[in-house]
């Protein structure tokens, strides 16, 4: 398979623990996504990576979360003190600058429950 | 925060016929796409139809684009139950700088293809 893995698929969890996800995208993009969604939304975006470099994040993205990109391959967003309100699909996508189609290629995401 | 609003949020036909759903986005744009998932899924990439394209075809799929009413559509023609899906169209608000790929999707249609 040589599209976007996430795991876990689905994580639950007790308020106040913490979570990490990963990402691995497909192996020549260069470009990393992580986004948010919320039952009956589209998805919002979190954070962009080009390589290793962290180049956006969006105000969504509060203390609480980090995320890392440390080779450039694989993705790692953890969530430190989770809350209720955390609880979303998290939605990694990819995609290479190296071409002129700006589309991206999701994963199946990771589902998270918070207790 | 989310730039384009589908209408309408939810549609159900028969196999064999056409589905249309409309998108509505705010700002300025380079592109807009339309994805569609499948429900605990990820999302897809469907079509993408760049600022000075006015319709695009696909397949069973057709898209058209007015950028002076900053509105796109999106038919699916002879739709099966397969297509049943949350379709969801997506832009890079050009007039926000360098958004770097980064993508704003709208909340939705739910479409329900009865067979």
């Known amino acids: 398979d040589t599209g976007v893995s996430q795991d876990p698929r689905h994580k639950i969890t007790k308020r106040g623990q913490n979570v990490t996800f990963r990402c691995d995208p497909i192996?020549?993009?260069?470009?990393l996504y992580w986004y948010r969604q919320t039952l009956g939304q589209g998805p919002e975006f979190l954070t962009y990576f080009q390589n290793e470099a962290q180049l956006e994040k969006s105000r969504l993205l509060s203390d609480r979360f980090s995320a890392e990109r440390p080779k450039g391959s694989f993705s790692t967003l953890e969530i430190q003190r989770t809350e209720q309100g955390d609880s979303a699909m998290y939605l990694c996508?990819?995609?290479?600058?190296?071409?002129?189609?700006?589309?991206?290629?999701f994963g199946s995401g990771t589902q998270l429950s918070v207790l | 925060s989310q730039q384009g609003e589908e209408d309408p949020q939810a549609l159900s036909i028969q196999e064999g016929e056409n589905a249309t759903m409309n998108c509505s986005y705010k700002?300025?744009?380079?592109?807009l796409q339309w994805y569609r998932q499948n429900s605990g899924r990820g999302l897809v990439h469907l079509i993408l139809?760049?600022?000075?394209?006015r319709e695009k075809h696909s397949g069973r799929l057709r898209v058209t684009l007015d950028t002076s009413k900053k509105s796109s559509s999106l038919l699916i023609t002879a739709s099966r139950a397969a297509d049943t899906a949350s379709y969801f169209c997506?832009?890079?608000?050009?007039?926000?700088?360098?958004?770097?790929?980064?993508?704003?999707f709208g909340r939705g249609t739910q479409l329900t293809v009865w067979p």
């Open positions: 139809i760049r600022s000075n394209e």
């Open positions: 192996s020549e993009h260069n470009r």
């Open positions: 996508a990819s995609s290479s600058d190296r071409t002129t189609n700006e589309k991206l290629f």
């Open positions: 997506a832009t890079d608000a050009s007039d926000r700088g360098s958004t770097l790929g980064r993508l704003y």
């Open positions: 700002t300025s744009i380079n592109n």
